[in-house]
């Protein structure tokens, strides 16, 4: 009933900032919670940013908290990551994740409900 879409990923120097965008389409609610997984090869996919869609209350990953901030468009119905200051580190396939739930702390995969295709992020040093 719900279809997310990633965009903007991308090449970016160490240093550099980028922006992603995750689109809902289809049936959505009032009660749920969006936000962003990231897994690089051989590693478990890791939750990196969500947002309630209700109130708007955030939730980071230690790893990101200060770098990167997670917005959402409810005339869009699009959720966004401004990613500053990106390392190396951060370098993976980032997943849109929804989940029709209001979340208070991070969650895991096994709590999302549609995944996002993902998009490449590389970051070179």
């Known amino acids: 009933q719900v279809q997310l879409v990633e965009s903007g990923g991308g090449l970016v120097q160490a240093g550099g900032s980028l922006r992603l965008s995750c689109a809902a389409s289809?049936?959505?609610?009032?009660?749920?919670?969006m936000g962003w997984f990231r897994q690089s090869p051989g590693k478990e996919r890791e939750f990196v940013a969500a947002i309630r869609w209700s109130d708007g209350n955030t939730y980071y990953a230690d790893s990101v908290k200060g770098r990167f901030t997670i917005s959402r468009s409810n005339a869009k119905n699009t959720v966004y990551l401004q990613m500053n200051s990106l390392k190396p580190e951060d370098t993976a396939v980032y997943y849109c994740?929804?989940?029709?739930?209001?979340?208070?702390?991070?969650?895991?995969?096994?709590?999302?409900?549609?995944w996002g295709q993902g998009t490449q992020l590389t970051v070179s040093s």
């Open positions: 289809g049936r959505t609610f009032s009660s749920w919670t």
């Open positions: 994740a929804a989940s029709h739930r209001n979340y208070y702390s991070a969650y895991g995969p096994d709590q999302v409900d549609y």
